[in-house]
């Protein structure tokens, strides 16, 4: 009699959790408490960031490795660099809003090379590859093309004007990825301003583990 209660009660229990959870498939996931949605500007077209609401959702395969080599897969500083900001996901977004209000003194640049930039990236990014800022890459007339065609940057390689130079949001593929912080070193040794710098140390990874919406890098 007592055993037949007990499986009866289990079997109650598991038919409770099982109802609850499938309640739980389908609550809304938003960005924050009263935050559902972000609308930001991608090459020229109004999109949406949002979550996945799917309950079930999981991570890409691409970002489910837990142990890359290191090197070079050695995990980040919270602190890259004196004066450069280390910024989350909702900072991100509030960038990304600024510059679909019409603030031209904004770029959120994805460092990673193309090939990864196509698999998904963050809406309203461009994609700068961390070869193009490199020293050791790219020649100095390139570079300079890029200062000062995409961030404002006066002046020559001799004697650079920053003083109306873009505020760069920077990231790459996470916590263990070196690419937007070899781009910012290098861009701090060329004399950028480093309260001018903000760096997105969760990437693509951890932009990817909250479910946010990507679009495919042009």
Not at 9 to 30: H, I, M, T
Not at 113 to 128: A, L, R
Not at 136 to 164: Q, T
Request: hydrophobic share 40%.
């Amino acid at each position: 009699m007592i055993r037949a209660m007990t499986v009866s009660l289990v079997a109650a229990s598991f038919a409770f959790s099982a109802s609850v959870f499938a309640k739980d498939e389908n609550k809304p996931v938003g960005i924050s408490k009263d935050v559902m949605s972000v609308e930001v500007i991608n090459h020229g077209t109004k999109t949406k960031i949002t979550r996945n609401q799917n309950n079930k959702n999981m991570i890409k395969q691409d970002f489910a490795k837990t142990s890359r080599p290191c090197p070079p897969f050695c995990i980040q500083p919270m602190v890259l660099a004196p004066g450069v900001e280390t910024i989350a996901e909702l900072e991100v977004m509030d960038y990304l809003t600024k510059m679909a209000n019409g603030d031209k003194n904004i770029l959120v640049i994805d460092s990673r090379t193309p090939d990864w930039t196509k698999k998904g990236t963050i809406p309203g990014s461009i994609n700068i590859p961390w070869t193009k800022l490199n020293a050791s890459k790219a020649d100095p007339i390139s570079i300079g093309d890029i200062m000062e065609e995409k961030f404002n940057v006066g002046g020559d390689d001799d004697n650079r004007d920053f003083s109306k130079a873009k505020t760069l949001v920077m990231f790459c593929n996470g916590m263990w990825c070196g690419q937007s912080p070899n781009n910012i070193k290098s861009l701090l040794k060329m004399g950028y301003p480093a309260n001018k710098i903000k760096w997105y140390r969760g990437g693509m990874q951890d932009w990817e583990v909250l479910g946010l919406s990507t679009v495919s890098g042009k």
